[in-house]
């Protein structure tokens, strides 16, 4: 990976296209090799169309594992793309569009993606919703905060709850945490507060599915250049984003996806469960 990143200023409109970023971040397309710590399995991600969500995706195919892809039907062209990366490794795909705000689509879709992969092993709570905002708390829209806390929270849960019945001892669970729940920004207070619910969901789960040999932990990245960036945030914004790090730039989706895969893998992490394991460049999450 480079040292830096220069994105110059751009914007687009919710919930933003990866193919429209310039550049357009690299989620391992050329530079993933997997060493297949995955064969055989089958993972569900959650928001797996683009950003960290198809990251993911390309390195567990890599890694020998079948995938399905759960996403927003708006962002077909997006999942469709991710889609191609994993036939080229030579893995099954699924594609579930849905709404995961939408309490039934949020339980239907562990048994879709058993249907078409057979059977799940992993599954990766990766969807989430994020907005900037100005003002404060006066200025929290009721609509927006439901739409995060659903979105970031009760889909994990709902997705969860209805995953579980397939899951086998070995299988795993990893949410997607955020900075956000460590060093939380002022305009952040919504998906902030649901990051930091998300690291509390994740150990208690961690308590109380070890017992049934599911591991569950967590990812908490920091600044990553994912398509939510130019299409919530203002035209400049890109152009510093990630400055603040010890690393003094962004990360890249690719730079996040291989933490996913170490807790993804029974032969590397299979000790590991209730952790919450940060990609930051170097902001901490303790």
């Given at each position: 990976m480079?040292?830096?990143?220069?994105?110059p200023?751009?914007q687009?409109e919710p919930?933003?296209?990866?193919?429209?970023?310039?550049?357009?971040p690299?989620?391992?397309?050329?530079?993933y090799?997997g060493?297949?710590?995955?064969?055989g399995?089958?993972a569900?991600?959650?928001?797996?169309?683009?950003?960290?969500?198809?990251?993911?995706?390309?390195a567990?195919?890599?890694e020998g594992?079948d995938v399905?892809?759960?996403?927003?039907?708006?962002e077909q062209?997006?999942?469709?793309?991710?889609?191609?990366?994993?036939?080229?490794?030579?893995?099954?795909?699924?594609?579930l569009p849905?709404?995961l705000?939408?309490?039934?689509s949020?339980?239907?879709l562990p048994q879709?993606?058993v249907?078409?992969?057979?059977?799940?092993d992993?599954?990766v709570n990766?969807?989430?919703?994020?907005?900037?905002?100005g003002?404060?708390i006066?200025?929290?829209?009721p609509?927006?905060?439901?739409?995060?806390?659903?979105?970031?929270?009760?889909?994990?849960?709902w997705?969860t709850?209805?995953?579980?019945?397939?899951l086998?001892?070995?299988?795993?669970?990893?949410?997607?945490?955020s900075?956000?729940?460590?060093?939380p920004?002022?305009?952040?207070i919504?998906?902030a507060s649901?990051?930091?619910a998300?690291n509390?969901?994740t150990?208690?789960?961690?308590?109380?599915?070890?017992?049934?040999?599911?591991r569950?932990?967590?990812?908490?990245?920091?600044?990553?250049?994912t398509?939510?960036?130019?299409?919530t945030q203002?035209?400049?914004?890109?152009?510093?984003f990630?400055?603040n790090?010890p690393?003094?730039?962004?990360g890249?989706?690719?730079?996040?996806a291989?933490?996913f895969?170490?807790l993804?893998s029974?032969r590397?992490?299979?000790?590991?469960?209730?952790?919450v394991?940060g990609?930051?460049?170097?902001r901490?999450?303790?």
């Amino acid at each position: 990976m480079p040292d830096q990143q220069a994105f110059p200023p751009q914007q687009q409109e919710p919930p933003g296209s990866t193919r429209a970023m310039q550049p357009v971040p690299d989620h391992g397309e050329q530079s993933y090799v997997g060493a297949g710590r995955l064969v055989g399995r089958r993972a569900l991600v959650t928001g797996g169309d683009s950003g960290i969500g198809r990251a993911v995706a390309i390195a567990f195919a890599r890694e020998g594992a079948d995938v399905a892809i759960g996403y927003l039907p708006e962002e077909q062209a997006d999942a469709e793309e991710t889609a191609d990366w994993v036939r080229q490794a030579g893995r099954r795909v699924a594609l579930l569009p849905g709404d995961l705000t939408d309490e039934l689509s949020a339980r239907e879709l562990p048994q879709r993606a058993v249907d078409l992969l057979g059977a799940l092993d992993i599954l990766v709570n990766n969807a989430g919703f994020q907005t900037a905002r100005g003002g404060g708390i006066d200025d929290l829209d009721p609509e927006r905060l439901e739409r995060v806390v659903r979105t970031n929270l009760l889909a994990l849960l709902w997705v969860t709850q209805a995953a579980l019945p397939h899951l086998p001892r070995g299988g795993a669970i990893i949410n997607t945490s955020s900075i956000q729940a460590y060093e939380p920004s002022a305009p952040s207070i919504d998906d902030a507060s649901t990051k930091a619910a998300i690291n509390d969901i994740t150990v208690n789960l961690a308590a109380e599915l070890g017992p049934r040999g599911i591991r569950v932990n967590a990812v908490a990245p920091g600044p990553i250049c994912t398509q939510p960036q130019p299409a919530t945030q203002d035209p400049d914004h890109l152009a510093a984003f990630g400055g603040n790090t010890p690393l003094g730039r962004a990360g890249q989706p690719a730079e996040v996806a291989p933490a996913f895969v170490f807790l993804a893998s029974q032969r590397d992490a299979s000790y590991v469960s209730g952790s919450v394991l940060g990609v930051t460049g170097g902001r901490p999450v303790f």
